[in-house]
């Protein structure tokens, strides 16, 4: 299973980004995988961002309720970040991960959020 993800870049504060990981390989029901993106900043450890249940069902980290939005279009083995009013401590690099009975990460995109 691979997991690319996309859509990161260089933003001023307040600003909006759409991330994207497209699953490809041999991956199959798509649908029937948790997605989660998680997030890495210098220093720190990776933490949860959002996820996404095969029910459809989110929860978001508290830093980005309100901010972010998680979702999944199962036709297309995709699930996407949408990113609004971002903040300089949002910069990290963002990873996504589908898990299932094992667990896959993508490679990362890198998100820079100046101020």
């Known amino acids: 299973v691979q997991l690319q993800a996309s859509g990161g870049g260089l933003v001023q504060a307040g600003g909006s980004l759409r991330l994207s990981c497209a699953a490809s390989?041999?991956?199959?029901?798509?649908?029937?995988?948790?997605m989660a993106w998680y997030r890495q900043a210098p220093g720190k450890q990776r933490e949860l961002v959002a996820s996404?249940?095969?029910?459809?069902?989110?929860n978001y980290a508290d830093s980005v309720k309100g901010r972010f939005t998680i979702s999944r279009d199962n036709a297309k083995n995709t699930v996407y970040l949408q990113m609004n009013s971002l903040k300089p401590e949002d910069t990290a690099v963002y990873y996504c991960?589908?898990?299932?009975?094992?667990?896959?990460w993508g490679q990362g995109t890198q998100v820079t959020v100046s101020s």
């Open positions: 390989g041999s991956i199959r029901s798509f649908y029937t995988y948790d």
């Open positions: 991960r589908a898990q299932r009975t094992a667990t896959y």
């Open positions: 996404i249940r095969t029910s459809g069902n989110t």
